[in-house]
């Protein structure tokens, strides 16, 4: 068979490592020359594809491609974007074809999380329904890492590093300043639903160097007097403590602790974070002084401070995606899989896309200890692992010389798509 | 003479390096048994001077020392506390003599911003008003980089290379998602007075990796429709941008944005930051998606990425700080002085300390760009020099390996004393 050229794309939320998967399947793939011809890279994820806006990945050079290993963010763009489904309206399934076919595309391959791998597994029926043989399979990404069946996520671990570093060298901060100024710090970080990267807060703390933290996470039902009483037992006994809070956290009736209907002087409604809103409480509940902070887009986009380990399965997960591709595998993602915990070592499964499309996997109880402030011993033990090892970016003139590339777009063949 | 023993004490905000400054002044003084017997830390800053609780650093192994160079925060505590002044009362100067004394303390080095230099100041004048022999020296400190005299101040760098590096990310991050999803990323950081460190946000865009952004400077009053027009143009243009926010930028009525007098669903006044304000404008102004963080203490406790011209820099000022006071000096500080930018060449002055202390040096104005949303060329060569190079910590599971002293109490000799 004569080889085929593959389309390739990124998708929702871009973390500090999804380039590595990029990286890893391109360079893969330039090295099957047999089965695949080259790499697409669609612009701006799927719409790429619907759109025929193509980018010609093998008019970057070696060093290019090398160098998106160590550079953040989504280097053909990404987007927020779902199918329709088939049975509704299918015309994007038509066009995709259109695309494809225009073009000689036999691979799909898709970087994302769970709304992604709903995408993905939606192109991998186009083989059978619609008599087009494409090969599809999804190369895992998230920061929330709540996808299914991997043992983790590639991009949770170098933002649950950057979490757990920050957490200590911020609660560094707090002790030095608590006996005559501020005695809590808080920080806000990811997580609208799973309180993995929250959780990453705890490690932090560690053997010999003990500190004060409370977690709050989504998984558990915000309760302000258990919480204050929880901050006041821990400044009076270490003078001060670090709060760090999920984005996600929900009071008791089911609503975001982030949405408190905040007005400014006009009475216009202004959108905060969560962090204010929990430091206030400390201002009004204890009258103590209290600094915040809010990681967004910082925590997920830190690739300075990636983790090795991080880094090393996101580039696995895409070399893995090519080789399941040609050997003829549809409608699967590799997959992460921990064979033991000391020494850590992990090897690369492969998961049936339809087992996790749409399925969020959140923390398990006994990840959360019995108050619900902290992290129990066995998470500790699954996330330790996750944030070993230290990959530096190169740098020069004292920043980080993220590399981008030239994007070279592909002639287009067809009429235009309205989206 | 026989060796008189030294006090040493942290003061005001915290930085990443400030042990770095301990560092190299409890080695040089180590090496200086002529001079210098005992290196007494105050816990707490001049607190532990006024309290009598000292801390003996000669407990503590030659390695703990060599760590206090890469462990961000006050390895002894640091305070918010300004003496009063002689005239007023000179109860507090009678006191720091009775401890002094008793502790046969004949050097006295304060290390931190423009009001410990005020502090120390006072301090060196006690040898002349009452007649009790002490060398008082400063030791430069402040993430604000607001010292007059000083090239630059220890401290600075650091929080500029982490301002820097985190733009430089996350606008990869939301150049990546402009296409559907957030166009703008609003980054608040310190500085109430200067904008030094917003300015440092400019450095995230050089040569070969250009990237539209807006600084909000404290030294220039902000105007909504001139900062919403500039923002609706780069994005017109690029697609995205980012904005970095000084926390003490003012409007035209001289009032700080981040006091909007925000009010909760019940009324109560509400601490926000001016990121969440600026977000909200964009929103309501320009209808375009946005994603906000606050650096807050991150920032300056954030030695894994560490300016290695700061941490050396911090470091020469310690070790100045002592050769300057066994010379003899008293009412002096030392200071960074550069001799060449390219290369960049720096080496170590001195300044008498009343031309420091209570003086404030602002952003020259040539240093902000006519606009008053950039920064210069002359600016951009001022920063650039002082976030060269990486000085990473040693890591242990994944972790920086900070150290935390013994800090061992001198035994008291007297008896309380009532701040």
Chains 1, 2 share one sequence.
């Not at 719409?47 to 290993?69: F, H, M, P, Y």
């Not at 399979?137 to 933002?159: A, E, R």
């Not at 200890?369 to 066995?378: E, L, R, S, V, W």
Request: glycine residues 10%; charged residues 25%.
């Amino acid at each position: 068979m004569a080889p085929r050229n593959a389309f390739y794309a990124q998708s929702g939320g871009v973390t500090a490592v999804i380039n590595a998967s990029a990286c890893g399947l391109i360079e893969t793939a330039r090295r099957q020359r047999k089965h695949i011809g080259k790499v697409y890279a669609g612009r701006n994820g799927i719409i790429g594809a619907l759109a025929e806006d193509l980018i010609d990945t093998s008019k970057e050079s070696v060093a290019a491609i090398r160098a998106l290993r160590h550079t953040p963010s989504g280097a053909f763009g990404s987007c927020r974007y779902k199918l329709t489904s088939f049975e509704k309206d299918p015309r994007e399934y038509q066009r995709l074809i259109e695309v494809f076919r225009a073009h000689d595309i036999g691979y799909f391959f898709y970087n994302g999380g769970g709304d992604s791998a709903d995408t993905c597994l939606k192109v991998s029926l186009i083989s059978a329904r619609m008599g087009y043989p494409i090969a599809a399979v999804h190369v895992p990404k998230t920061v929330d890492n709540d996808l299914p069946i991997t043992d983790c996520c590639p991009g949770f671990g170098s933002v649950a590093k950057y979490v757990a570093v920050s957490t200590r060298e911020a609660s560094f901060d707090v002790a030095s300043m608590a006996k005559t100024s501020t005695k809590v710090f808080v920080l806000e970080v990811m997580g609208r639903h799973a309180g993995w990267i929250a959780a990453a807060g705890g490690l932090a703390s560690g053997k010999g160097t003990e500190i004060p933290i409370v977690i709050l996470f989504p998984e558990i039902a915000f309760r302000q007097d258990q919480f204050l009483a929880r901050v006041d037992a821990l400044v009076k006994k270490h003078g001060y403590c670090s709060v760090v809070v999920s984005e996600g956290v929900k009071g008791t009736d089911g609503k975001f602790l982030s949405d408190q209907g905040l007005r400014d002087a006009f009475g216009h409604a202004q959108l905060g974070g969560v962090a204010p809103v929990v430091a206030n409480m400390i201002r009004q509940g204890l009258n103590l002084k209290y600094h915040w902070g809010v990681a967004d887009y910082l925590q997920r986009a830190a690739r300075h401070i990636a983790s090795k380990v991080d880094v090393e399965q996101s580039y696995a997960m895409g070399k893995a995606a090519v080789e399941l591709a040609v050997g003829g595998r549809n409608a699967v993602m590799p997959t992460v899989v921990r064979k033991s915990n000391r020494p850590y070592k992990w090897g690369v499964g492969v998961a049936p896309l339809d087992q996790v499309a749409n399925v969020e996997r959140k923390m398990p109880r006994d990840f959360i200890g019995a108050d619900g402030f902290g992290i129990t011993a066995k998470c500790r033990a699954y996330l330790e692992p996750l944030i070993r090892g230290e990959d530096y970016p190169p740098y020069r003139d004292g920043l980080p010389d993220y590399v981008r590339l030239r994007n070279t777009p592909v002639r287009k063949k067809l009429g235009e798509f309205s989206l």
